[in-house]
């Protein structure tokens, strides 16, 4: 046997094993430790005969237990190594479900964080495009020409920038171009907008074709001015505000149900204030989504003191937090409401991501990363103001169009997908492989820069056992906050005999070595 492929983390009152094969955490007390670090690199003879005398009846029992539970449950199981999947079986592109059209990269901002700014020494930089009603409908067709089944009579599209709103003309032109196009198809349109101006044309475009629409909203005014300025450097807060009374005004059914938030967290942070700005505002609908995200690459704009503030922050509202979710009479209601939105989103997300993860109930599992093969999976197509086709948006970044696939006139170029696939591929052969942290890990061959991958591969690691530490937290207070926090169709509690349990069976001890703490369904 090969091993296994474990990571130890403790919380203030347990040590704990994640199991990285399987997805699962287990706790765990010293001794298991010790005989975990040895399981599957040393016989049960040598890890006795290099054990303290009087430990060995208690580890005797414990490999014993542990060997139930590999052979009941596959936990601890010989690790194989995680992989992505081949080219060969992600080509030719199939089942993409999804297009996001570049109405234009021209934008009347110069936020201080955006990927096209001045920030990113890599990056694309504001241009004078704007897409063909041509060649977003033709993107369709090739999205549409992906799809195996025929049964798939749904399809999104995304509007998107630069500023959507600076080409509300091209907007109308192709939402009413491919419904008369496709009748058959159940459209929804989408955007991302800046929402620093409004007109009746816009708001027209927008009612007629019921779109849903995200404004890009940082919080209240000192901090949402701080970095999303206009051209000039003016800020834009007011401006949103008059387009929030506008919308309102025109169609209040439509603005209470239509439009949502994304909120960048960025420097100065205010988390505190921006939570407060969600739950209180007035100017905002009776119901909304918030979507709450860091800048793209943030650690190229940290400036000096930025780091550790937004370090000290974070961990002063988790804690309060994570509090309020520890208190048995906080209920999903209260967890639910506006008064917690900013919270649910920046602080439990990544709480329900770790809930949902990948596990492994049996040995089926391929050892195949699925989760960051963006073509093993139904993703996005997206079409650039130049008519240039790339498989998500980080894909769209880099001023060399380094991952771009193909472009409208001519299609997909099978060679180029290849080839970026081949990359990263070979990558994660080196630094994947291994990596207990794998299946916890977002990157992606788009957002990973390899010059950088020791320092990138590092920092996911660190936030993982951290993330780790605070579920194991949580459950340890809180043994329903999957319930609170989760969602139930993507989650299966775990029912599983304890390992202290067959160890009680044939010594007799109080001992409390290992047991399953929680597994999900991803």
């Not at 936020?111 to 001045?118: L, N």
């Not at 003309?169 to 989408?190: C, H, K, Q, T």
């Not at 779109?211 to 949402?224: A, F, N």
């Not at 498989?391 to 001023?399: E, M, Q, S």
Request: glycine fraction near 6%.
């Amino acid at each position: 046997m090969s091993g296994t492929c474990l990571k130890f983390f403790e919380t203030i009152q347990n040590n704990y094993v994640y199991d990285a094969w399987t997805g699962r955490i287990l706790e765990c007390d010293p001794l298991t430790r010790y005989v975990l670090e040895r399981y599957g690199q040393a016989s049960s003879e040598e890890i006795l005969r290099t054990a303290e005398p009087q430990d060995r009846d208690s580890i005797r029992a414990r490999l014993k237990a542990i060997d139930e539970l590999r052979e009941r449950e596959g936990v601890f199981d010989e690790f194989k190594g995680f992989k992505h999947n081949s080219p060969a079986r992600m080509l030719p592109v199939q089942n993409i479900h999804g297009l996001v059209v570049e109405l234009t990269d021209r934008c009347n901002l110069r936020c201080k964080y955006c990927i096209f700014g001045e920030a990113y020494a890599d990056c694309r930089v504001y241009g004078s495009d704007t897409v063909t009603v041509e060649d977003a409908i033709r993107s369709f067709e090739l999205m549409m020409g992906t799809k195996t089944m025929d049964a798939d009579t749904h399809a999104q599209v995304t509007f998107f920038g630069g500023e959507p709103f600076l080409e509300i003309d091209v907007m109308r032109r192709i939402a009413a171009g491919l419904r008369s196009r496709y009748p058959e198809i159940a459209l929804g349109f989408n955007l991302t907008t800046n929402g620093s101006f409004i007109n009746e044309e816009i708001v027209e475009t927008l009612v007629e074709h019921n779109m849903l629409i995200w404004i890009s909203l940082d919080g209240p005014e000192r901090i949402h001015d701080y970095n999303r300025c206009a051209v000039g450097g003016k800020g834009t807060f007011r401006s949103v505000m008059n387009t929030l009374r506008y919308l309102r005004e025109y169609d209040a059914s439509y603005f209470n149900r239509n439009v949502n938030f994304v909120s960048v967290i960025a420097y100065p942070y205010g988390l505190k204030e921006r939570a407060r700005f969600f739950a209180e505002c007035p100017e905002l609908p009776d119901n909304f989504m918030l979507r709450v995200t860091d800048r793209a690459r943030q650690e190229e704009m940290f400036k000096d003191g930025e780091a550790a503030q937004f370090a000290r922050e974070f961990r002063e509202a988790w804690a309060d937090f994570q509090a309020r979710l520890a208190d048995p009479g906080f209920t999903k209601e209260q967890y639910l409401s506006r008064e917690n939105l900013f919270w649910r989103q920046a602080l439990c997300s990544p709480l329900r991501t770790y809930f949902k993860r990948p596990v492994a109930y049996d040995r089926e599992f391929d050892g195949v990363l699925h989760k960051t093969d963006c073509l093993s999976r139904r993703v996005r197509l997206y079409v650039s103001a130049r008519g240039e086709l790339y498989l998500c948006i980080p894909a769209t970044y880099y001023a060399d169009r380094r991952y771009m696939i193909g472009n409208v006139r001519e299609g997909f170029q099978e060679e180029a997908i290849r080839r970026i696939l081949e990359r990263w591929i070979a990558f994660s052969r080196e630094h994947c492989r291994t990596c207990w942290a794998a299946r916890l890990c977002s990157m992606c061959f788009a957002m990973m820069r390899y010059e950088d991958s020791e320092r990138i591969c590092g920092g996911i690691r660190n936030q993982a056992e951290e993330w780790l530490s605070r579920i194991a937290e949580l459950k340890e207070m809180r043994p329903d906050i999957v319930e609170l926090v989760g969602h139930e169709n993507n989650y299966e509690e775990i029912k599983s005999e304890e390992i202290v349990a067959a160890i009680r069976r044939r010594q007799g001890k109080q001992d409390h070595p290992v047991q399953l703490v929680e597994g999900s369904a991803g």
